[in-house]
Structures are given as C-alpha cells and as structure tokens.
C-alpha cells in the first residue's frame, strides 16, 4: 500500500459547482497536512495547511481532516474556471528534522467548464 | 518581494552535457529542497539542504549534484550520469518558524535531445 493515495482524475465540473478532492493514507503518525494548487507549467503553490484533525476554512476553501478513517478533503465551494488546475496533498509526521520527510499525493487534475 | 527564483525557466541540451540549474530565495529559510516531476510520478526528491555546506541526498539522488554553499542558493546540476534527465525541475524553501511548510519556486523545464 502507497503512503499516500490521490486520484489522479481528471475531473471536470461546470462553473459553480461544489468540488470534493481526497487523499487517503496510511501512515497514522502523520499530523500535518497540506494541499497544493499547481496550475499548467508553473510550481505547486500552497493553498491550505491544517494541523491534526478537524477543518480548516478560507474563502471558497475547506480542508477538512479525519485521522481516524486516515482521509483528508479539500472542498471548493463555487468553483471558478481559474481553480482548474492539478491540486496536490502533502504531509508529514513531525516538524522535526525538516520538510524532507513531506510525502505528496500525485495530484488530481480539476477542469472547471464555464 | 520574497520568494524562490529558478533559472533558466526552459532550457535544452545535447545528451551527455552536464547542465547547471540555479535556485535562489530570499525568504531567509534555512532548509532547500530540489524536486523533479514527471508526469503520473508525483513528486520525487532528488537532494536536500538544511543548512549551509550541508546536504543530503533524496529518494533518486543518483546522477545529481548540489551544492550550498550560501543561504540563499542551492544550485543542482544535471550530470551526464542522469539516464533520463529530461523533466520539470522544483526548488523548494522551507522555515521552521512557518510549520516546515514547503514552499515552491516556479520551476524549470529541462529537455535532453
């Protein structure tokens, strides 16, 4: 089993709609977590960080985490063309010893149609 | 403004040519990653700085070298050892202070005719 599993997709959404994208895992030590927005040709840029479980909210994004299923989601609510773009987790188990230890998702590809 | 500059963002080679790629941030963090991304493989670390005149090698470190020897800069160079060195490079930057949240540069796209 990988450490880190992510649907690679692709998905396509219309304009508006509620967008679910998971990662699953299995490392329960892992603690951190993050996701990623990568758009074509450019680097992975941070969109969420979230420490152990709950959820997190920032504008149209929600990143919620449940350690005991070993599952992560980032929500996107209204989506916009400009959200179309591959969305990449990561995570880690501790903040000791550096980012070295991060483990990335392959990433899901989003489409959002106008 | 602060951030991670990579260069030359497109850069084309003849196989068995060494090629150098530059990495520079001011964002004062002590720790520097590269990365490579191949399509359906992720991201893959090929070295890794914590700290000055210090580093480590990654999970496919074999035909790469790196050195730091400033804070500010951790160039790696593509060796003709590399069998497949044509891909998307990332510099990365990360800070203690800020959780060791990675943060990226925006990448260099290499290709090996």
């Known amino acids: 089993q990988k450490e880190v599993e992510q649907d690679p997709g692709p998905l396509s959404v219309p304009e508006g709609a509620i967008v679910s994208l998971n990662c699953t895992y299995s490392?329960?030590?892992?603690?951190?977590f993050m996701w990623y927005r990568q758009y074509s040709r450019k680097g992975p840029e941070l969109l969420m960080y979230?420490?152990?479980?709950g959820n997190k909210e920032d504008g149209r994004f929600t990143a919620q985490v449940d350690k005991s299923s070993k599952y992560i989601s980032l929500f996107i609510r209204d989506s916009q063309p400009s959200d179309s773009a591959t969305y990449l987790c990561a995570m880690s188990a501790s903040t000791q010893g550096g980012s070295e230890k991060l483990v990335f998702g392959k990433g899901t590809k989003l489409t959002v149609n106008p | 403004d602060g951030g991670i500059t990579q260069s030359p963002k497109y850069l084309f080679r003849k196989e068995g040519q060494n090629v150098t790629l530059s990495c520079e941030q001011n964002l004062n963090h002590d720790a520097m990653y590269w990365y490579r991304q191949d399509p359906g493989q992720g991201l893959r670390l090929i070295y890794y700085s914590q700290i000055v005149n210090d580093f480590q090698k990654g999970d496919i470190a074999e035909g790469y070298s790196v050195s730091r020897e400033k804070k500010e800069s951790f160039p790696l160079t593509v060796t003709s050892a590399q069998k497949n060195p044509t891909a998307f490079y990332l510099c990365?930057?990360?800070?203690?202070?800020?959780?060791?949240?990675?943060?990226f540069g925006e990448g260099s796209w290499l290709t090996v005719v």
């Open positions: 490392n329960s030590a892992f603690q951190y």
């Open positions: 979230t420490y152990s479980s």
């Open positions: 990365a930057s990360s800070s203690r202070v800020s959780g060791n949240t990675i943060y």
